[in-house]
């Protein structure tokens, strides 16, 4: 494939930079990836199932990777360790980033960056601002990857969601999808909607609590470009009629002193039997986990419940996205 | 040597999965080994001995180890990240599992190993609670190694102690043992009466204060699988006619408000020169560590200060472990 | 080059360990170093950038590397753990080693080294306390390197310091260096000025608030080595003639209740576009990171602005005398 170049201004010295065609500089937001590049990472992906335990597998042997964690993810920080582990790859983690000058001695995020720049070959950052992987890829000459920034984005984690989808489902164009549980607060549900309406003939089904419904912004962009989507108060209708149900946790911290609103809401739309009862034969239950009661434990053993494999996905997409910020295409 | 094979269930896929005849799946509890088990263990942690150093060790390369640990014991990791370390193979850590979703979130310990063990090829875990390794085993579908639940057990402890007495006097068979200290409290000294009573003639002296006295249970236990055991006051007489003198620290946090027992207790059998002075000149000193004064430190050049030997002997053993549950024999 | 052998007692064995001309056995303190060994380290650093990313590195592999970190302090530690893993080696990671049973529990630092230095092959550690490094090492058979104690040393900070100006400057005898800022409490300019002071004819400004200028002690020991010094208010002056501005932080914890007093030394000395005005052409600007306002970020893109060089340089030093220490020269 051919070769793409640019000229890196790095400290003292300017380099040119080629890669194939696959262009993909940073990971910062759902957003930024078309169809074409999804399609590109999903069959990187697919390569990556492979491969997984292969002894002799050292795509990224020599290649040191920086987990940068300004909050607590273990889920999120060792997915990403274990990908650039099973690539051959090395890793310097900091579970505690906080403690990384910048807050406790005032070190700015740029600066911090540019330190660990010089360690490492790639950064995965997690901060608790939203926008701060932007800022960080907007210094570093090193790839950065958004392993979420607050209330901002998780793109790997949206990638991975449609990635199950077309795995299990095996189509994304006119696929019918499920929303459940807290759509106000899930980063996860607003990511998966804007990636989700890049394919055509896409229907969205919101279940929500009222008090956590899905909020105006996401719903006129998904009129805008065309996704039909609909709200809807019964859990068994809505279930019957899809192809994926993707129940979500209600978030507990976003309702402060309200535990009586908190309570009401989570016991409100629960995933269990009598779903998977009128649940189609080929459609999915997905959960970003963790999970509380959202779903029944007796749900886990039907074939249906695909949320232990879509968290093993995630290793796959960030084995891709590894290689590909890395190597190229 | 001829194989096992079995059928494991997976999510979606089942495989068949076959062994040579080393058939451990998991390290839970002391109880479970056999002498022909333990023999096959020692003999691989020999071997391991010669290997240590070796630049061209990559008998687990591409293996991945992930260390969940929900309450820390730096001691205990370090000793089972290096031993993967020295195999070539690689790790994923996890220092303060406890934010790990399940305490921070409500996630349950079973809904973690699903997840972790999609990250990973073996789970050595460390827990708070009494039976949780137990509960990990039983849902992943990798192997899981206790290291050390709450109360409850810490099997390599105790393997990695039977190993040092056959490696400093040579026998394990006619050994007599001396457990002096906190015998009430103590994880270690009860784990190992019940590994040391699988072998023939032991003869066992407890050495304790009063209110840290070993209980019944295992006094019940030795008695009714023909071990003698006598209790002793007198830590110089009972030393006189050991193997071993197998010294542990009175745990403070055992006594609550009651400092003054502590106290007492702390200092009633201290491991000194004096001891030595009637120790047979073939007999050793043993300690899990960490140790305060209850052996002090002009015996540490004494060679026959067997408790660094022993702490070292760890890292033979849990190599041999890692090899055999990755491997098999 | 001939070859220096020595005995080592380790536990019951004896080990003659025998080391080309290089006998650095553990790195301290910045007063260990003379000229030549100072030479010697700079030449492997400048190896080291050339192999830097070179995926076929395997210099220290199999070798493990424990941090034993009794404070954290991210930035040394990724910078060791980078240079480990750039030359292919492996490391055991202890960011919180005060839980590491000795606060915890009562242990000995001893007791604590005789342990790791069972599972590792070389120590790094930082302490709270000054003198511990040299405490680790005194009962270590295997390096130990100091990266920080307390109050006391720093020695890898000061390498890179004066490996800095060398490659910068391109000399060390005749160079002229303004150290400005907290010059009191900061450790790093007191090693820096004991290590300068091994070359010939330097010249010293000290550029200080009044409440945190440089000690006597400093002082005195310059006078007595022969190197000019001098106490200067005006930082342009100063910044005018010298090769080197070398910038520090104040240090804020150092004031306690006085803030008022911090606030007004915050402020007195700040290396902005106004000092670039004046600096010689050829001339630079270091700074140990982290920053706050001390250097105004309008500097960063002057070539002069060479203190994200000199973090790098820190992993070329590490890289060096971590070969240096583990395999001779």
Redesign the interface.
């Known amino acids: 494939s051919h070769l793409t170049c640019s000229i890196r201004y790095h ?2 010295s300017s380099l040119v930079v080629c890669r194939s065609k696959f262009d993909l500089d940073d990971v910062i937001e759902a957003q930024q990836f078309d169809r074409d590049t999804l399609g590109q990472i999903f069959e990187v992906a697919r390569e990556m199932e492979k491969i997984e ?6 795509i990224l ?2 290649y ?1 990777m ?1 987990t940068l964690f300004y909050e ?1 993810s ?2 999120t920080r ?2 990403f ?2 990908a650039m ?2 690539l051959g790859g ?1 890793v ?6 906080r ?4 807050a406790a ?3 700015t995020l ?3 960056i ?3 720049e ?4 790639i950064i995965v950052m997690r901060h608790f601002e939203s926008g701060a992987a932007r800022r960080a890829a907007s210094v570093a000459s090193i790839p950065v990857i958004n392993a979420g920034d607050g209330p901002g984005q998780h793109p790997t984690q949206a990638l991975l969601d449609v990635y199950t989808i077309e795995r299990e489902i095996g189509k994304l164009d006119g696929i019918k999808l499920g929303l459940v549980g807290d759509l106000a607060n899930g980063r996860t549900v607003r990511s998966l909607a804007y990636l989700i309406a890049k394919y055509s003939d896409v229907k969205i089904y919101f279940v929500a609590p009222e008090v956590v419904k899905m909020k105006d912004d996401i719903k006129e962009y998904l009129s805008s470009v065309g996704v039909e989507w609909e709200e809807s108060t019964d859990l068994l209708e809505v279930a019957s009629k899809c192809d994926v149900v993707y129940q979500t ?1 209600i978030q507990r911290e976003r309702f402060g002193e309200r535990k009586d609103l908190y309570e009401q809401a989570r016991g409100k739309y629960i995933v269990d039997r009598n779903v998977l009862g009128v649940l189609p034969k080929d459609a999915i239950v997905m959960h970003p ?4 009661d959202e779903i029944t434990v007796d749900v886990d053993d039907d ?1 249906r419940a695909a949320y ?2 879509q ?2 996905n995630g ?1 796959f997409i960030r084995m891709a996205i590894l290689k590909l910020l890395l190597l190229g295409r």
């Open positions: 400290q003292r335990k292969n002894k002799e597998v050292d042997k020599g040191l920086a607590p273990t889920r060792l997915s360790e274990s582990k099973r090395e310097l983690t900091t579970e505690n980033a403690e990384f000058s910048s001695k005032g070190e740029e600066d911090s540019r330190t660990v010089g360690y490492s070959d946790r986990l963790p999970r509380l074939p232990f494999r968290a093993k290793l």
